[in-house]
């Protein structure tokens, strides 16, 4: 059965600074997704992960993905307040019947303070 | 596009009634996937369909659970009889192929308390 772990689970961070948010996974995937989850919203579509070695930006995130290591990480350079949210990453499995579905990790609650 | 839209947004129901979320997909999106997301168990997916047709359910809880999509544009998931431990927020999802470079697509989720 796919694992995807996130960590931390909980991160508060000053403004202005910078970090990475971890998802590793327990079996083979060349795709990962990230994605954005405000406080009582739905969730948003962030990065779209397709191969070893992919990189995306987004302003102050950016994503990556070893899928050798089983590994995506999602970095933030200088922090700001509206980046506070829950951040998920979810990785496709082979499912029942040769069929695919995500999995998704538990999420990481970003705190931003002033 | 409006986007997917689920109704209702908030159903407060009490033990032992029939609950039924509604969800239209994105027009000209082939798939369709219903989560259930808690703070326990994170989010969880239960069901799929490709073109109207179940592909995986093995995410569905127990009997009480059923999925349908009678037409392209519309879905339901019955809980019946619902149960406390079925509080939730349920949310419908869709995306124009399997995986597809933009992934899936949220609706903003029915949240279900049973009492």
């Known amino acids: 059965e796919l694992k995807v772990e996130q960590n931390p689970l909980f991160l508060s961070m000053q403004e202005g600074k910078n970090y990475t948010i971890y998802c590793n996974y327990s079996t083979t995937s060349d795709r990962l997704y990230w994605y954005r989850q405000d406080p009582g919203k739905s969730l948003e579509s962030l990065f779209v992960?397709?191969?070893?070695?992919a990189v995306k930006q987004e302003g102050r995130l950016m994503a990556s993905l070893d899928t050798k290591a089983r590994l995506s990480t999602l970095h933030i350079t200088a922090a700001v307040h509206d980046l506070s949210a829950t951040y998920f990453c979810?990785?496709?499995?082979?499912?029942?019947?040769?069929?695919?579905?995500?999995?998704f990790g538990k999420g990481t609650k970003l705190t931003v303070n002033p | 596009d409006a986007g997917v839209i689920q109704s209702p947004r908030h159903e407060v129901t009490e033990m032992g009634q029939e609950v039924t979320l509604r969800c239209k997909p994105i027009s000209g999106h082939d798939y369709l996937f219903w989560y259930r997301q808690t703070m326990m168990r994170g989010l969880e997916l239960l069901i799929y369909?490709?073109?109207?047709?179940?592909?995986?359910d093995s995410g569905m809880p127990e009997d009480r659970f059923s999925a349908k999509m009678p037409n392209a544009s519309f879905s339901t998931l019955k809980i019946q009889p619902s149960e406390p431990r079925d509080s939730a927020v349920y949310f419908c999802?869709?995306?124009?192929?399997?995986?597809?470079?933009?992934?899936?697509?949220f609706g903003p989720g029915t949240r279900l308390t049973v009492l």
């Open positions: 369909f490709n073109n109207n047709v179940p592909i995986d």
């Open positions: 992960l397709l191969s070893n070695g």
């Open positions: 999802a869709s995306s124009p192929r399997m995986f597809d470079t933009d992934t899936q697509y």
């Open positions: 979810a990785v496709d499995m082979e499912a029942q019947g040769g069929s695919e579905k995500l999995v």
